[in-house]
Structure formats: C-alpha cells, structure tokens
C-alpha cells in the first residue's frame, strides 16, 4: 500500500508564499515522474507543475518563472515552493506520483489534496 501525504497549504495575501510538500509512504520500489494538481471550484483539475526522476520539470503557463517543483529522492517527497500568489491561485492542490511498488506495479497516486487560498 503506498500513501501520499501533502502538507503546508493555508490562507496567504497576494504576493505571498507558501510551500506545499507530498510525502510518498509504504510499498515502493521506485517513483517515477511526481507533479502537482490544482483544482478551483467549478473548474477542471489541471496540471501545475511535474517533475521526472532524472529532475525535468516542466510548469503551466499560469505559474512559470513564480513556482518551483522540485524532489528529495532520499526522502520521497515533492515541493511546490509558490512565490507572488495570486487570488487566481486559489484552488485545492492535489500531489500525484507514479510509483512502482515491490511487485513492479506501476500505479498512478494521489494525495488527499490541501487547500491554498490567496486573499487580502
């Protein structure tokens, strides 16, 4: 069983930061590629940010030169720093991983999602 556990969401002022972590727990063999969801109500969940194994990150238009995704491999965790939030930012965020466990199965993770809110 492998559990995805995010943490450091909350309610900042536009032009603040936060920084999500997602920490990877149980059965694993390996992590493969890790990212970040967002979904605001009445809209579709879209991707953030992702990140592969070797470190290649690639961002949604929305969030370049403001968030950065990166990895601790040794820890089998994700960020998500967030700088110059904005009210649009607001959303739930939501750490997915695909993760080989010891049986080499190869599944796609979520976490439960933590709630980022950006307003004065």
């Known amino acids: 069983q492998v559990q995805l556990v995010e943490s450091g969401g909350g309610l900042v002022q536009p032009g603040g930061s936060l920084r999500l972590s997602c920490a990877a727990s149980g059965s694993i063999f390996a992590i493969h590629a890790m990212g970040w969801y967002r979904q605001a109500p009445g809209k579709q969940r879209e991707l953030v940010a992702a990140?592969?194994?070797?470190?290649?990150?690639n961002y949604a238009d929305s969030v370049k030169g403001r968030f950065t995704i990166s990895r601790d491999n040794t820890k089998n965790t994700v960020y998500l720093q967030m700088n110059s939030l904005k009210p649009e930012d607001t959303a739930v965020y939501y750490c997915?991983?695909?993760?080989?466990?010891?049986?080499?199965?190869?599944?796609?993770?979520w976490g439960q999602g933590t709630q980022v809110t950006v307003s004065s």
């Open positions: 997915n991983a695909d993760i080989s466990d010891y049986g080499l199965v190869d599944l796609d993770y």
């Open positions: 990140i592969t194994s070797g470190g290649s990150t």
